[in-house]
């Protein structure tokens, strides 16, 4: 129960319909189906105890070992730039606490998701069991500036931290038409891109500028 004696859940779901109202459709999102998931994701499930008051705040939020929580518009922004269809492969760069990975499983997407911070993987997939989103997820542990340990291209792509250019590795991982949406400028401020795979090899487009933690790895930022 709340402080007004309200369920917890109620409010959050409240909380969660305020969000996606002020915080996401306000500022021009309108896929239906990426609204629906931010709708059914309950990010207070993957915000750290001593940050559950501001979970719905429209903001990033300290995420442990030095990572953090997108702020949900740049969620949501991302997520309809990379247009998933249901069934699709995506790479997701990135795990962190696992709550864009639920969103693109939500969404339906074949889930293949790396974190080079290896503490980081079992609190994350601890949230998707306990969602029953864990089936539709595949998790790893490494340099996710190389893609996915096994290999295999992707027809979405979406990086969850800065890098200095889009790294080779993961143009290469892009499958035929397939869309790879990546932070990328320096390590304090950058630019949304959206890079497509067309006949005659990337194409990329500027979105919007943000700032992200830095993509460490070996064909990104090196520490």
Not at 11 to 21: L, P
Not at 56 to 83: C, F, H, K, N, R
């Amino acid at each position: 129960m709340g402080g007004d004696g309200t369920p917890a859940g109620e409010r959050d779901g409240a909380r969660r319909e305020e969000m996606v109202r002020t915080q996401i459709e306000a500022r021009g999102v309108r896929s239906a189906a990426v609204l629906d998931a931010m709708r059914r994701v309950p990010r207070e499930r993957f915000v750290l105890a001593e940050e559950q008051a501001r979970a719905y705040e429209d903001a990033a939020l300290p995420a442990g070992d030095g990572q953090t929580i997108s702020q949900p518009y740049i969620v949501a922004y991302m997520l309809e730039a990379l247009a998933l269809e249901p069934g699709q492969r995506v790479l997701e760069v990135g795990t962190g606490t696992g709550y864009q990975t639920a969103l693109l499983a939500t969404l339906g997407a074949e889930v293949y998701t790396i974190e080079r911070i290896p503490g980081m993987l079992a609190p994350a997939e601890a949230r998707l069991r306990a969602l029953g989103l864990h089936d539709r997820v595949r998790m790893a542990s490494g340099d996710g500036t190389l893609g996915w340990p096994e290999g295999g291209t992707f027809e979405g792509i979406l990086v969850a931290a800065a890098a200095p250019r889009i790294p080779p590795a993961l143009a290469s991982a892009l499958a035929p038409e397939g869309r790879l949406v990546i932070p990328v400028g320096d390590r304090e401020r950058q630019h949304l891109l959206l890079a497509t795979r067309g006949v005659h090899g990337l194409v990329t487009r500027p979105l919007i500028p943000c700032a992200f933690v830095p993509l460490v790895g070996e064909q990104a930022w090196k520490s």
